[in-house]
């Protein structure tokens, strides 16, 4: 019922930048809990890496504070996730994901992102 797309990513050098978007479609906009960005990079499990609950309200794992900012446009039914300063060790796929009522969480098919000279 809910698809998610992610897109923006890419290769970059260390200390650069990218947005990556996540267009969401099929599900009701007044069910979202929160939208999130999570990453994988290999050989270790998913981490939340950004959110933003149905009210605004923003929260940053450590490793990116002050780096990336999560933010969304409704009119486009889009979540952005703009990564500055970015370093070898963001290098990981990020998927969005939307955890709507009753438990149910909707995941996109992640974008590869590498931070490499």
């Known amino acids: 019922q809910v698809q998610l797309v992610e897109s923006g990513g890419g290769l970059v050098q260390p200390g650069g930048s990218l947005r990556l978007s996540c267009v969401a479609s099929?599900?009701?906009?007044?069910?979202?809990?929160?939208q999130e960005w999570y990453r994988q990079a290999p050989g270790k499990q998913r981490e939340l890496v950004a959110s933003?609950?149905?009210?605004?309200?923003?929260d940053y794992a450590d490793f990116v504070k002050g780096r990336f900012t999560i933010s969304r446009d409704n009119a486009k039914n889009t979540v952005y996730l703009q990564m500055n300063s970015l370093k070898p060790e963001d290098t990981a796929v990020y998927y969005c994901?939307?955890?709507?009522?009753?438990?149910?969480?909707?995941w996109g098919q992640g974008t590869q992102v590498t931070v490499s000279s």
């Open positions: 994901s939307q955890y709507r009522l009753y438990n149910f969480r909707a």
């Open positions: 099929g599900g009701s906009i007044s069910s979202i809990v929160a």
């Open positions: 933003i609950t149905s009210g605004g309200r923003t």
